[in-house]
């Protein structure tokens, strides 16, 4: 099937006859191998009498390239960079790592997962080679309580690295999703692995829609956005390059400062701020004005009585509209 994708990658219309003759394999065959891919989230478009062609041309994630594109001072803070074609999840993959004594500086890649999630175990929708699934590992000294806004400061550094490649309306909502103008562009996942009061193992999980086909997305269940739509050209690896070098910057200094260090930078980008929000708790809807976060991230809900601060988990916040 790479052979396959690396005929079409071009962009253009190929024949049946003619994929076939390139492969040694009958048409029949070629048409098998393509019902495979479309399977498994590739955008290829099929065209009687014009043969087949990828939506948009294919960029092989590659580990060389992008280190090429991050910066000497990233390239300091990065231990390995490993990818892959396919993961059931690149946090599991990255979360094995850390238990095995990776320590920092670890980042995993995938053109493809199978069991890609979310928070509050929600699937990712990831498709071959459309997206971007990466997955980074820090290693803290001082527990749990060493982590918190975390979150808060992943999502500034993706947003920073974005806003670096000229993706504007970019926006924050608590505690870690990047939206452009209102749909969600790219979710993030932690994890822990280790000793909860003592030293332990973080994993970043970050995905981006990049080219999402339409079709993928009919899964998504909530307004989606795509790279491709809001700033056309920024190819995948260069995406890569610049979310992994902004990703160990922030884990090198959060790792000395905290959240503090972040603490401006979301501020600024809190869609949610001074507007009516509704908390959802899985047993109970509370309804309020968000007045931004406090110095470890929860969120600060104005109520009609008092204020109240919400951490992370299980809880989901929505516009009251």
Not at 86 to 115: H, I
Request: aromatic share 6%; charged share 20%.
């Amino acid at each position: 099937m790479r052979a396959l994708i690396n005929l079409l990658q071009d962009g253009e219309f190929h024949p049946g006859d003619e994929l076939g003759s390139a492969l040694e394999i009958s048409r029949a065959a070629v048409w098998k191998q393509v019902q495979k891919l479309q399977d498994a989230g590739l955008d290829i478009q099929s065209v009687r009498g014009k043969g087949y062609r990828l939506a948009y041309p294919m960029e092989w994630l590659d580990g060389a390239d992008i280190k090429q594109r991050m910066p000497g001072s990233a390239l300091s803070l990065l231990k390995q960079l490993q990818v892959s074609i396919l993961e059931a999840s690149t946090n599991d993959l990255a979360m094995k790592m850390a238990s095995d004594g990776v320590g920092s500086g670890y980042v995993c890649l995938a053109e493809q997962q199978t069991a890609g999630r979310g928070r509050r175990g929600r699937e990712w929708v990831s498709p071959f080679g459309s997206n971007l699934y990466l997955s980074t590992v820090w290693e803290f000294y001082q527990g749990a309580s060493q982590l918190e806004g975390l979150s808060l400061a992943t999502g500034v550094a993706v947003a920073k690295a974005l806003a670096g490649l000229g993706v504007d309306s970019l926006g924050l909502k608590w505690p870690n999703d990047i939206l452009v103008s209102g749909a969600k562009l790219c979710g993030i996942l932690l994890e822990m692995t280790g000793d909860p009061s003592g030293r332990c193992q973080v994993v970043l999980g970050v995905g981006v829609n990049h080219r999402l086909p339409r079709s993928a997305g009919q899964k998504i269940d909530q307004p989606w956005a795509r790279i491709e739509d809001v700033k056309p050209g920024i190819g995948r690896n260069q995406l890569a390059a610049s979310i992994i070098s902004e990703l160990l910057f922030m884990l090198d200094t959060f790792s000395r400062a905290g959240f503090a260090a972040f603490y401006e930078d979301w501020q600024s980008l809190d869609i949610y701020m001074n507007k009516s929000v509704v908390i959802k708790t899985g047993t109970t809807d509370v309804h309020g004005v968000a007045r931004g976060v406090d110095s470890t991230g929860g969120l600060i809900l104005e109520l009609p009585d008092r204020t109240e601060t919400f951490k992370g988990g299980e809880l989901s916040l929505r516009g009251a509209d």
